[in-house]
Every structure is written in structure tokens, then in C-alpha cells.
């Protein structure tokens, strides 16, 4: 039986997984964290359906029990990647006949746009901080009360070049809608705004949800970014910005701001680049052999690749490449 | 005696030429002079800083003592040029007196003295002059022989890179390079066929005589004398044209910034001795970071000056300078580099757009009360974390403070002053001036340099203070109102931002207050020497990507320290290293209000 090890055990890598051990292949999958879920693990719902994130994972995790092919071994972490073996950060490696490298991405960490106060003012919060409140169906100001007014400003640490981080993170811009969506079934009577560059409604049902966003529920879009953040006179945040539609700048006081973070290529890329012989691209994600037909292999043979760790992709996207890699697993190894 | 011969036209020509066109250089630039600066200089010719000046002059045209701080390969170099030229020229002087006595002679006369007076027609030889003429011959030629080695191996020179010449000044530097091996063949073969000479041109005199044929020795006698004379005259008519004007300029230009001239926010007839008195040594080359990371080669100081004394400076190289100050530091004229460049580009783009400022009437959006204001500036309110340090600082000095634009306030000005638009900064020199003034503040604190800067040099705020937040800080603690927490388990470094170190001299400040807190560990380039972050306001013309390398490069120096926090004591240059340091950055107000006791 040949055995493949799957490291990351996020969305893509347990689709990985349970592909490959339907198709009678042993399967090691490497987890960092103490379980597996990855990224959408701390998420509420998913875009467009607001279907609960829980239930995707519990659906991989059911298919991943259909057979005993996979070991999941959660809490360590892969340094060298041959074809052949993977190593730990333990010093243990383990031998198999091809890998899967499905690390994803890290999220940017807020605190480097220092002008929009996160850790600095109380009620400055990620997006995926938002999704754990959802989580914990608390959603309130530090000091218990309602938000009224809340400013949800897209594009933090993607598209800007002064983080160094020049790609679009793709899902951002539908997350914001997402989350003002659901802040207004929340609080009806609060005001919510997007400040954006953009609106990138790229997938199936993602217009349709940005429209009903602004008939439905009154969600107001303002285009332009938010300069800086500051405390006013009665403790609110007050945020500069410029409305480049009407070519004004404008001042708001709000009672909470949501940043929604970018998706940041992995600091572990660089040595897979510089330990492994893998090619990175100029963003940090990682290169696949090509763009199009093997998207999911590597410049190495017998290393593929899937979901995040190339791009930025949704959950269905991540899915896909899951799948797709299994697939590309298995007709290589049927080659040897 | 008639002290004439026909190789000595091209001399004469060349000689003519040159001290026409100095003069013309002279009068006009002089002529040029504001009243004011021409009142400076009666003043001062009359007072003892014309001693100190002259005394410059021996120190820096003749001796080129800063130079030799700087590279003492290099400095001897420039040295046995320029004083060893100069000596032979005084000692050759001594020497027609000593023959001929006290009586007019052209300046030719005693230039071919050897020509004119060969041994065979004095009468009492004098030895000990021949000895003193070959040994400041010798001086000079190896001075002449390092400049060959600098100009193709620049590196032996302890220099990267060299400049990049242009054909006015290749024709002198050529004629140069001609004129004093010329000169020892030409004193040579005058020593083989009438004898004199000492130990260099009379050792090689008596190897002519004894290998060459008289009358070949005879045949060529002439034509070195003319090669010798054309040598000097082409140096001579190309140098008023060339860099090498700036034997000339310096001296003046020494005496003038002794009388207290200046270059000033605009343009003025004082520029033009700060601007040729540049000799394009090169020397500002090297330690510009541009260079370094970039690859940059035709901005430097060096080819701003040239391109702006022809008249042709483009706005593409005004512009592209972080104004970092590491050249105009390390420049062995110590022309006013910044200034001359921030004039430029004055005179390039000052357009005031009277309808854009309109909003500054009547706008106060300061808050609190107190005799000590304090000025954050836009980069301080982008990076709020020096902000509510400020204030914990504050609060734990007791300190009732008035807030200049804690909710938004006017730009300093230096930012528009930078890049060239200074009728619009003074717009907003006056409004903060007017409301510094209408709430009657004593001391005036600012965390941003640039800020800082601007108000020293260009507000004139009698009555008030200004201190830059190390310095208040540093007051705070000495004073004993303000008590931080010791430990020798904090380790920092410091990096200086170039507006607070270099412009502003002050680098002491901030490190007391550091070592007040922790270990400070020095990188290695620091003070005086301290590289800039790369995100220079100054600076219109390079690209992010371009910043992100130079500020990498910064980052990894300061890394390489090993310190656990970085600190600085700009936001602007805060905000530069983080993007490159894989340690904390932090500013100097932080790390204060995390260790109040």
C-alpha cells in the first residue's frame, strides 16, 4: 500500500486526504494545532449561503472516518520535505512515496497598520475576531454596550504596498458583506459601512448578496480607505477617510471598526524555498508548476500542492484543490 | 634678460584666459550679492574672523586636512597636489629672487625658469635650490601617480566608486596628468645637456647624457618645452570650465562663510561659490545609500552640483535624494549640499495654490491647557501608539499640556518645503505660528523630527522652546519628575533618524534616555554615521519597492545588534524598520511609558 503524507490539516488537506485514502492509499495527515479545521475552525458561517462553517467540517470529518487508511497526527509541525520523507520539527521523519503540502496562509497581523489602532483602542477588531464573537453569539463593545454605528473597512494587509503585501486576498471584500449582513440581522437599528477600494463579487451568488446588502438591509458602501483612527471626545473611534466617488474627505465617529484582514503568504515558504528547492512567488505563496493544467503539483515531482498555500481561495476553492491533488497523487504514483 | 621664447604662447594664451574668466566669475557673482550679504562681508573683513578664515584656507586649500579625516590616501593626494604645486611655485619664486634679485618678471619668466637660466649661465650655482625643486617635483608626481591609481582602480584608493567625468573636465584632468611628467623631462633633458640638477632631474639628466645622443637630446630640447607650455596652457583655459575651478572658488568661498554667508531657502548669487567650489572628488559617493542598495549612480551630490552649475539639472535628479545629510556630513568642502539641493528645487516647482488654503482660516482644533504644548504631527497621529505614550508620559509628570492637533491640526510645512513648494509651507509656518502664540504655550514638545526640524529652522518662535520629545523626556527624568523602571535584562538599540541626528544634532539625548531604562547596543553605523530608513519624505522620486530595500538593509544592521526591541525616536522611521526588522520596533516614548514606576 503506498503511503502519502498530507501536511496541514485544514479544509484542503482533509479533502486530500479522505480522496486519498478512498483510493486505498495510507495516508499521514500533519497537523500543527491540537485539531483539525484549520482556518475555518474560528469562522461562524461561510459566504454566500451563511451556511455554518461546523457543518463543512463535520461533513470532511465524517468522510475522512469512511475508511482507516488516514492517521492524523495533530500538534507537529513538517521542516524538510523530500518526495521520499518529511521531517519533523521533533526530529522524527517519516518515509512515504509522495507529499501534499497544504499549509495555507497566515492571517495579517493588524497591528502592523498602527494608524487604525487595533490593540491600541478597545474597539478595534478583525474580521476574524468578529467571527468569534458570532461564535459566541457575543457581539458587544468592550464595555458591554450595543455598537451603533460600525465601520468595516476592507483591504487591511492586501493591495497595500507599504505591508509589503501587494495581492488582492480575494475574499475579503465578500466577507465584509457577509459580516455587515449579519451585524444588521443583529442590530437591526445600527448603522453599518464598508470603506473599500473595490467590491470584488467574483463568485457564484456574491453580487446577489452585495445587492441585498444594500436593498435589504441598508448596509452603506463608501469608497475609499480609511486613512487614520482616533479616539474622540466622548471615547468613540473617530476615522478620517476621503469618498473618493464624491472626491470629499470625510470624518465619522463609530463605536466599533471591523478590519478585515488579508491572507498573508506562510514566513515557513521561505524555507521550503530555501530547504526544499520549492519556488515561491514574489508574494510569499508558493509556485505551481503551471497556472493551469498542473496547478496542483510542484516544481519538485512526487511534492503537490492544495488550497492556500499557492493563493488566496475560498473554502469551495480549497476544496476543489483538495480533491484535485488526490487525483494528480494518484496518477503519479500509479506511474512509478 | 628677455624672458621670451615662442613655446611660451600657449602659456601665455592659457594664462590670460584663465584669470579673464575668473575675474568675470568673480565680479558677477559678487555683484550679484544681496545687499544684506554684502553688508556681512565689510563686517567681516574688518574683524578677526578673517584670520580664522585665512588660517582655513592653509588648513583646507593647501592641506586638505578634512579630506585626510576622511581617507588619508586620498587626503594626501589632494594635499601633495595642491601644496606641493603651491610650493613650487613659492620656493621657484625664491629661487628667481635669489639669482636675479628683486625685479619684475613674467609669470612665465620664472614657470620656464630652467629654460631661461640654465646652469651654464649663472655664476654662482646655488645647489641647495636644485635639491628643494626635485624633492617638491617628487611630491607632486607621486601625488599625480595616486590620481592615475584612483582613476583606474578607485578601490586601491579605499574608494568604491569613483565620478563619472564629463569631456571638460576629462581635457583638464589629461592636460594635468601631462603637466608635471613633462615637466621633469623637460628639466631632465635640461640638466643632460647643460648639467644642474639634483637627485631627480640631475639622475635622470646624467642617464640621458650618458645614453642618448647629444644632438637627439639637442633635437628634442625644444618640443618639450612647447609640450611643457601646451600642458599648462590647455589646464589653464579649461579650467574655469572644468572642476577644477573650485582651486579658485574655495578660497573665496571659505572667507565668505567666515562672514557669515549662507545658502538659503532660495536661490542667490552666494550659491555659485558653494556650487563650484565642488572639486567632484567623489567623496560623497560612496555613503549614499541610493548607490549602496540601489544602483543608483547619476544622482549624487556630486553630479547634482555639476548638473546644476551647466545649467541642465533635470528634476528627475533634484529629486531623487533622501536628504539624508551622509554626504554633505562627510563632504570635504563642507558646501551646504541639502540647502543648494532644497533651493533647486525651489526654483523648479514653487507654484502656490493660493485657493488651496483657505481652510486655515480661523481654524483651531486644539484642546487642553498648559504651558508646555505638544505637537504630534500626521506621522505621529498614523502611529498612536507614541500618541498615548505622550500622554501616559504626561500624566505621570504631572505635566498640564496643550494639545496642538491631538484631533487633526496643519502640517508643520517641512513635508511641501521638501519638495520644493516653500511659499506654500510658510503658509503653514504662519498659521502654527499664530497658534502657538494665541495660547501662549513656553515649551513646545514634538515626537516627529521633521516637525522638529522645520520649527528650529524656519519659525523663529521667540519666547518659546523647542525640545524634541528625548529632550523633554530626558528633562522629565533629570529633573526627578519622572521615575522609569531599571532593568539590565532590557537590551535596545537606537537608531538615529537622519532630521533628528544630522539636522538636528541631537543624538545624546535619546541614549541617556535609553540607558535609563536598559542596555543600549550600538549598531554598526551610528550618530553622524547612521544610515537613513530609506522612507525619507524627501525622496519623490524611488518607488516602495525601492524604500522596503533600503529600509531592509537598516533593519538587518540593527538586528544584527541582537538587542530584543529596536528604538527609534521617529514615526516616520518607526514605521520604515518594521517593515524589514524581524525584531519590535519601537519609539523612544513607548519604551518610557512601559517602564514608568
Known sequence: ?336 | MTFFADFCIPFIVGEIILFTAIAIKYIMWLKGLPKSDKKLILKGAFSPRFFTATWEVIRESLLHHRIFKVNPLLGYMHMSLAFGWFLLISVGWIETIAYLGLKMIPLHGHVFFKYFIPLNEITAHKPMFDFVMDFLLLFVLSGVTLAWIKRMRSRAMGMKKTTQHISFDRIALTALWFVFPVRLLCESVTSAIYGGGSFLTGGIGTLLAAGINTEILHAIYEPLWWLYSCALGIFFVAMPFSRYMHIFTEIPLIFLRHFHLRPEAKEKSYDNFEVEACSRCGICIDPCQLQMQLGINDVQSVYFLRDRRKNRLQQKIANNCLMCGRCEQICPVGINLNTLRLNSRTSMRNIPNESRYKYLKNLDRSSGEGRVGYFAGCMTLLTPNTLSAMQRIFDAAREDVWWADKNGGVCCGRPLKLSGESDSAQKMIDYNKSLFYKHNITILVTSCPICLRIFNEEYKLDGIEVLHHSEYILRLIEQGRLHVNYSTEHTFTYHDPCELGRGSGIYNEPRAVIEAIGTLLEPSHSRKNALCCGSSLANTAINDSQQLTIARNVAEDLDNTGAETIVTACPLCKKAIARGATHQVKDLSEIVAANIL
Not at chain 1, 485514502?21 to 458561517?45: N, Y
Not at chain 1, 493563493?311 to 484543490?321: F, G, Q
Open chain 1, 1 to 336: 500500500m503506498k503511503h502519502v503524507i498530507v501536511i496541514g490539516g485544514g479544509v484542503a488537506g482533509m479533502q486530500c486526504a479522505a480522496e486519498l485514502a478512498m483510493q486505498d492509499i495510507k495516508v499521514t495527515l500533519l497537523e500543527k494545532k491540537s485539531d483539525t479545521g484549520g482556518k475555518v475552525r474560528g469562522w461562524h458561517k461561510l459566504f454566500p449561503t451563511f451556511t455554518p462553517a461546523d457543518e463543512v467540517l463535520s461533513g470532511l470529518r465524517h468522510k475522512m472516518a469512511l475508511t482507516q487508511n488516514i492517521t492524523t497526527k495533530t500538534g507537529c509541525e513538517a521542516t524538510t520535505i523530500t518526495p521520499q520523507k518529511v521531517t519533523l520539527s521533533t526530529g522524527e521523519s517519516i518515509n512515504c512515496d509522495a507529499v501534499v503540502v497544504a499549509t495555507g496562509y497566515t492571517l495579517f497581523d493588524a497591528h502592523i497598520k498602527e494608524e487604525y489602532g487595533y490593540g491600541i483602542y478597545d474597539n478595534v477588531i478583525t474580521s476574524a475576531d468578529l467571527e468569534e464573537m458570532f461564535n459566541k453569539d457575543d457581539v458587544r463593545m468592550k464595555d458591554g454596550s450595543t455598537p451603533r454605528r460600525i465601520a468595516i473597512l476592507h483591504c487591511v494587509g492586501s493591495r497595500d504596498e507599504k505591508v509589503c503585501q501587494r495581492h488582492c486576498s480575494k475574499v475579503c471584500c465578500v466577507t465584509g458583506v457577509k459580516q455587515a449582513i449579519e451585524l444588521k440581522q443583529m442590530y437591526p437599528a445600527a448603522d453599518v459601512f464598508n470603506f473599500y477600494m473595490d467590491i470584488r463579487m467574483f463568485g457564484p451568488g456574491y453580487e446577489e448578496m452585495y445587492r441585498e446588502a444594500q436593498q435589504k438591509y441598508n448596509v452603506h458602501f463608501v469608497r475609499g480607505r480609511i486613512s487614520e483612527v482616533s479616539p474622540n471626545i466622548d471615547n468613540r473611534l473617530q476615522i478620517k477617510a476621503e469618498d473618493t466617488l464624491t472626491g470629499r474627505p470625510l470624518k465619522m465617529g463609530v463605536d466599533m471598526l471591523v478590519l478585515l484582514i488579508g491572507m498573508k503568504s506562510n514566513d515557513h515558504n521561505a524555507s521550503l524555498k530555501a530547504d526544499c528547492g520549492l519556488q515561491c512567488q514574489n508574494s510569499g505563496f508558493m509556485q505551481p508548476k503551471d497556472s493551469f493544467l498542473h496547478n496542483t503539483e510542484s516544481n519538485i515531482e512526487g511534492i503537490f500542492y492544495a488550497g492556500a498555500i499557492t493563493a488566496p481561495k475560498n473554502v469551495a476553492e480549497a476544496l476543489n484543490d483538495g480533491a484535485t491533488a488526490a487525483l494528480r497523487v494518484k496518477d503519479w504514483l500509479n506511474k512509478q
